[in-house]
């Protein structure tokens, strides 16, 4: 595992941002297929988008207050 996506995942598990914006982030950066349509999220699908091209400018706005 590269230490970009460890240091990544760890900052946003330690700033409370949503688990499926980080699912999502995670499957996106590793290139994995997206779940069943049924059980996508708006949370899920903005991590999956931004995981794909490895950004992490926007996971700010999905922490949960």
């Known amino acids: 595992m590269n230490q970009f996506y460890y240091d990544a995942v760890t900052t946003m ?3 409370g941002v ?3 914006y980080i699912q999502g ?3 996106g950066f590793l290139q994995n297929p997206k ?3 049924q059980r996508l999220t ?3 699908e903005a991590g999956y988008a931004d995981g794909e091209e ?3 400018d926007n996971f700010a706005n999905w922490v949960n207050t």
Request: overall charge negative; aromatic content about 12%; proline content about 0%.
């Open 54 to 56: 490895k950004n992490t």
């Open 25 to 27: 982030w995670q499957c």
């Open 13 to 15: 598990e330690q700033k």
């Open 42 to 44: 708006e949370a899920y």
């Open 35 to 37: 779940r069943e349509e």
């Open 18 to 20: 949503d688990d499926e």
